[in-house]
């Protein structure tokens, strides 16, 4: 019996401390950092001493990312932006309501305003008026009377200087690379810049291995460092007939725009430690519209 109890006791230890090993590891992954998913992995070895993995089937994704932004406004501001037929369905007095709560007062069939359509004007702002309800009165110009005009004496005309064109500096772009790609990697570089760090080169070959990999999450619907169709990055990498003596990939998932996911990965320690490693010297990104899929891909030369 108490040989039962001790094995029962170390095998709940056991299982305690593989849960307790697994929240480090998301803690170190990011995992809840930023907006959306995101995943960091890097390899010190070369590519031609990398082990050939093999694809294998992984989890699919869990979660699909939107985001939700309320905006809470008064009555008054409300029924500057919507039609009688909701405002006379919304409870007097009623103040700081969100789209939500909106959709949730109006019975079926009030209004033939779908909620996405509420939530749009309310989030718009569209100006008085517009939205149906009672726009402000407008304001009466009484006419002024003519002055009586002095003679002008004539002035004499200089001739214009021609005006002087500003020159927008024009971001620098490689073939093969999107503009949103390509602002992945200059703030990437600003980040590294504010370290002490050289830039990195944007590499167009390895923003197309980036590119794949992105499409790939989309197409099959994971999230995962370890493709079912290339194997791990490394492999792809090295596949794509890319060599490297050290590499790193960031992963992502949900951010809407470059910044967003540069700011994600900078505030994780795993991503940040990828994006600052002196030892890199090319980067290479992709990105999937569709589901917002971003890859950056490091490797030194």
């Not at 699909?64 to 500057?80: G, P, Y």
């Not at 002490?196 to 790939?216: E, F």
Request: charged share 20%.
């Amino acid at each position: 019996m108490k040989r039962t109890i001790i094995f029962v006791a170390l095998m709940s230890a056991f299982l305690l401390l593989i849960v307790g090993c697994q929240e480090d590891q998301n803690a170190m992954e990011g995992v809840g950092v930023g907006e959306g998913q995101i995943s960091s992995d890097f390899t010190t070895a070369s590519s031609e001493q990398y082990p050939h993995t093999k694809p294998i089937q992984v989890q699919h994704a869990k979660y699909d990312f939107e985001v939700q932004h309320s905006v809470q406004m008064s009555r008054d501001e409300i029924a500057r932006l919507l039609p009688g037929d909701v405002m006379q369905h919304l409870p007097e007095g009623a103040n700081q309501l969100t789209p939500e709560d909106i959709a949730r007062l109006l019975p079926e069939g009030a209004t033939r305003l779908s909620p996405e359509d509420i939530a749009e004007r309310l989030r718009g702002g569209m100006p008085p008026g517009q939205g149906g309800g009672p726009a402000p009165e407008p304001e009466v110009v009484q006419p002024e009377q003519p002055a009586q005009q002095q003679p002008e004496a004539p002035v004499e005309q200089q001739p214009e200087a021609p005006a002087q064109q500003e020159e927008t500096p024009q971001a620098e772009t490689t073939e093969g690379i999107s503009e949103i790609e390509q602002r992945v990697i200059e703030l990437t570089n600003v980040e590294r810049r504010n370290n002490g760090l050289p830039d990195l080169q944007a590499d167009a070959p390895l923003s197309n291995v980036a590119r794949v990999k992105s499409n790939d999450m989309q197409e099959n619907n994971y999230f995962s460092h370890t493709s079912p169709t290339y194997g791990s990055p490394f492999d792809m990498i090295r596949d794509h007939d890319i060599s490297y003596q050290a590499a790193a990939e960031n992963i992502a998932q949900g951010q809407r725009s470059a910044e967003e996911v540069v700011q994600a990965w900078m505030n994780s320690e795993g991503h940040r430690a990828n994006i600052l490693n002196g030892s890199y010297t090319h980067i290479g990104v992709g990105y999937q519209e569709n589901g917002h899929y971003w890859t950056q891909m490091f490797i030194t030369r």
